[in-house]
């Protein structure tokens, strides 16, 4: 049996700034790539909601419009939601498509781990701060098979860009001292390592039911596969020291991958941020990796012109599976 797993930060699909492209612009550019994918369940990140009907509730009529015409539009849907539980988040959610039934899906957002306190040097008050999670990591199991579930985890940690923190920066949008921009950097780095921690629980709390359960991690994981979210979330025996939690591991299939192994091109660097992990028994299955970066341009173009263009600054990441 074949299943192709994709993920794919689709970069603010459904953005709000005054000059950036309409999304009928993006739609050809976005539907090509999509389609090469040919994925039978894809991972989206940075999906932004627009305001639908009256009420509190936002819709992701963008999407809808990138998906129409395509196999997608008629696939099972999961999303994050605001913590009230009605409707998207306005920016940056979290959809994962599937072309089998999802059974059931939830979010995690400081539901396994609580937010972390310190207190801040820069607080005049003296208490303590409590750091939660930008945005919440989304869990789906999917029946491929009467007897036979995916557990797909689609998460997009916090990138490691200093936080924001109040009264700290000049008009100008600069720190205004060295110390606040190494705290919101600690900030935002507490934020992504415990993002990571989270997905790690829910892993193991799948094994815990199962030990040989087939699992993919996938996503934008702001950071390279030997960086500490990423071996967090991997559990690598290396890094236990223990053999006899081998088989709770999770393998990054595009690890080792040769120069052309890249998601986002940063100036002059070539790096992987977008990974798909998955558990020995799903690993083992894999048969392909395909990362469709060939017209990848670099993230640090200026504001202005990345506001114009139709596709990504993210190359999508699709595995294919032989399941016997």
């Known amino acids: 049996m074949r299943v192709r797993l994709a993920t794919f930060n689709i970069e603010n699909l459904g953005r709000r700034s005054g000059g950036a492209l309409a999304i009928e612009a993006r739609r050809p550019t976005l539907q090509a790539q999509l389609a090469r994918l040919d994925a039978d369940i ?7 909601a627009q305001e639908g009907r009256p009420g509190p509730a936002r819709e992701l009529r963008d999407l809808d419009i990138v998906l129409a015409g395509t196999p997608y539009a008629a696939f099972e849907r999961a999303c994050t939601l605001r913590k009230s539980g009605v409707g ?6 979290l959809v994962t498509l599937s072309r089998w039934p999802i059974r ?73 001292t060295v110390p606040a921009w190494a705290e919101g950097f600690f900030v935002a780095a507490v934020k992504r390592t415990g993002q990571a921690f989270e997905a790690r629980l829910a892993v193991d709390e799948i094994f815990d039911t199962d030990a040989g359960a087939l699992i993919a991690v996938a996503g934008d994981f702001n950071a390279t ?47 992987m941020l977008d990974h798909i992990l ?14 469709d970066n060939m017209s990848l341009l670099d993230e640090t173009e200026p504001g202005w012109v990345s506001a114009l263009r139709p596709g990504s600054y993210h190359a999508p990441v699709v595995a294919e599976f032989e399941l016997p």
């Open 42 to 48: 894809l991972c989206l990140q940075e999906v932004n």
């Open 104 to 176: 059931r899906s939830r979010q995690l957002w400081n539901e396994m781990v609580a937010p972390p306190g310190y207190r801040p040097p820069t607080s005049e008050a003296g208490d303590d701060t409590a750091i939660a999670w930008d945005r919440p990591i989304l869990l789906c199991e999917i029946v491929i098979e009467p007897e036979r579930t995916v557990h797909v985890i689609n998460l997009h940690l916090r990138a490691p860009i200093a936080a924001y923190l109040a009264d700290q920066k000049l008009a100008s949008g600069a720190w205004k």
């Open 278 to 291: 998955a558990s020995r028994s799903l690993a083992l299955a894999c048969r392909k990796i395909t990362i």
């Open 88 to 93: 998207p988040l306005d920016i940056h959610n």
């Open 225 to 271: 596969a030997r960086e500490t979210p990423v071996r967090i979330i991997r559990g690598d025996p290396e890094d236990t020291g223990n053999v006899e939690l081998a088989e709770r591991a999770l393998v990054p299939l595009a690890d080792g991958a040769d120069e052309s192994g890249f998601t986002v091109v940063h100036g002059e660097r070539r790096i």
